[in-house]
């Protein structure tokens, strides 16, 4: 098991499953958050984004109505992404929601919703910034190739700004949960940076992208295939993901990705002692799109039926041999969790030697057959010899694999004693 932190930064460990948000000026192009660097948009062009800014549809309590019906138990949102617009009412720069059309502080609206709702909020903050003039922009990752006309270099006076804005975020909207750093590209190592947020917020947990280790990890999408071999995580680690392919923010013309994709993505971290944030990028009206909400409301059909197997369990995949199924225990009751797309009906959970007292498919609710099965494949070693003499082990059978194929299948097997069963299983 993972260690707790033993303080109010725990909720991390009960919540689990929450809702990230990127929203800002790019979403008024609809092409990507980044469009000012991937595009090659001159700042002066890009800045008159500025002016066209007002979600008149925005509504927090919308955003968190969809976020409950998939399931998602927080949410952290972009307080000021790559392009330095903040989306609050900041002291610190102009360029800031108080000076569009809109004219109204999102991040207190949200603050004041996940309040009210018993949500913990997190905010994200990009530490690159190509709009600051102080920002040392230098061509690193997710920098500006080079300083715009009038800007000057200056990472003191930028971390001045930086720790006002932190300071600012950490005091004007109640209990936060959590401080997400994004692109530290600088490499600057400054501790006393996550100790003023601790001061501040004591039950927020950081992440790893600031300027230290922070509480936990960011895998990010599907980069780091090395998490594929983990049976478990070590360490606390939040997974995070968006609904569609190409972008964060929002895309017009989104590719998004396919629902049993997400839902095993989910499935995985969480079955594996991690957490997961799903991303939607609101449109600039401040609406999700449609796709988007299509995808959480069926993702919280699964999630409904499956969080028994995910919340408040132990990862236990070093039970069996098999490396394509997970599993989680709580107490006598192990889950199977089929992340991997099935390639027959049958799950063999060799060494387990002992049936289930009932076996039941969380999905449908129905019964599963199981059996302990000697079969041809289990005499078979390596370079063709024989292994002899007979084995048998449980077998989970006739798996309706065809009738959910755009979700995972969990399977719930209750034991009389699964300790004695493992303790068989070992002998």
Not at 63 to 89: P, S, V
Request: glycine letters at 8%; one cysteine or more; hydrophobic letters at 35%.
């Amino acid at each position: 098991m993972i260690a707790r932190f033993g303080d109010g930064r725990d909720w991390f460990f009960e919540k689990r499953f929450g809702l990230f948000i990127h929203w800002g000026l790019y979403a008024i192009p609809a092409w990507h958050e980044q469009l000012q660097w991937r595009g090659s948009v001159p700042r002066r062009e890009y800045e008159q984004l500025i002016h066209q800014f007002n979600p008149v549809h925005f509504d927090p309590d919308a955003w968190l109505d969809l976020a409950e019906e998939a399931g998602m138990r927080y949410l952290c949102i972009t307080t000021k992404h790559h392009d330095g617009f903040c989306l609050w009412d900041t002291a610190q720069t102009d360029y800031n929601v108080m000076n569009t059309p809109y004219g109204k502080d999102i991040i207190a609206m949200v603050a004041d919703a996940c309040r009210r709702r018993g949500f913990p909020l997190c905010f994200y903050y990009s530490v690159v910034d190509w709009h600051h003039p102080n920002y040392p922009n230098q061509g690193r990752s997710h920098e500006l190739p080079r300083p715009e006309p009038g800007d000057e270099p200056n990472w003191p006076k930028y971390r001045a700004f930086l720790i006002e804005q932190v300071r600012e975020l950490c005091t004007r909207y109640g209990e936060i949960g959590g401080f997400w750093w994004d692109m530290n590209v600088t490499g600057v190592i400054d501790r006393s940076i996550n100790e003023l947020i601790r001061s501040l917020q004591p039950n927020a947990v950081i992440n790893n992208r600031g300027f230290d280790e922070g509480d936990f990890g960011t895998p990010e999408r599907d980069y780091d295939t090395s998490l594929e071999e983990q049976p478990a995580f070590s360490w606390p680690t939040e997974a995070c993901q968006s609904v569609g392919r190409e972008s964060w923010g929002y895309k017009e013309d989104e590719d998004y990705y396919a629902l049993r994709h997400l839902i095993a993505s989910i499935d995985r971290t969480l079955a594996k002692g991690g957490n997961y944030l799903l991303n939607v990028g609101p449109k600039a009206d401040g609406t999700f799109p449609d796709e988007a909400i299509r995808l959480l409301r069926a993702i919280g059909r699964w999630y409904g039926v499956a969080q028994e197997a995910l919340l408040d369990v132990e990862p236990a995949t070093h039970l069996i041999e098999e490396r394509g199924v997970l599993l989680t225990r709580r107490g006598n009751t192990l889950y199977v969790h089929l992340t991997n797309y099935p390639t027959t009906r049958r799950v063999l959970l060799k060494p387990i030697a002992v049936a289930p007292r009932s076996a039941t498919l969380l999905n449908n609710g129905q019964p599963v057959k199981v059996s302990l099965a000697d079969l041809p494949t289990l005499h078979m070693g390596p370079g063709g010899s024989l292994i002899a003499p007979k084995q048998e082990y449980l077998r989970l059978r006739e798996l309706p694999v065809d009738a959910f194929g755009d979700s995972v299948l969990v399977v719930k097997l209750e034991f009389e004693d699964l300790d004695a069963a493992l303790g068989r299983a070992r002998g």
